[in-house]
Nanobody, 121 residues
Framework: QVQLVESGGGLAQPGGSMRLSCAAS????????ISWARQAPGKGLEWVSG????????SYADSVKGRFTISRDNAKNMVYLQMNNLKPEDTALYYC??????????????RGQGTQVTVSS
């Protein structure tokens, strides 16, 4: 069965960095678009970033563009999210999602349990 397991979250100070990882299994990883999404307390799901399967083309929400970088390693079935210059508004539960923006914001795509990112001084 499809499994997505996120890790790497924690507490960071504003301006700090953090790297999230997502380990995927149970499907042909290299053939699928993968996204990161997040949900802040009291708010809906927000699509953060995505990476294509074939050519590795990446896309980002305006709120994280220039600060976050998504990457994937198809040999290891892994997706990463490098987050730099973190802001308090980045505080959220971050999910790895099988699929694109629609799958991410509707909550209908396969996703893991999430990893908590807290940005605070």
């Amino acid at each position: 069965q499809v499994q997505l397991v996120e890790s790497g979250g924690g507490l960071a100070q504003p301006g700090g960095s953090m790297r999230l990882s997502c380990a995927a299994s149970g499907f042909t990883f290299s053939g699928y678009f993968i996204s990161w999404a997040r949900q802040a307390p009291g708010k809906g799901l927000e699509w953060v970033s995505g990476i294509d399967s074939d050519d590795g083309v990446t896309s980002y929400a305006d709120s994280v563009k220039g600060r976050f970088t998504i990457s994937r390693d198809n040999a290891k079935n892994m997706v990463y999210l490098q987050m730099n210059n973190l802001k308090p508004e980045d505080t959220a539960l971050y999910y790895c999602v099988l699929g694109g923006r629609s799958a991410a914001i509707t909550g209908l795509g396969y996703r893991g349990q999430g990893t908590q990112v807290t940005v605070s001084s």
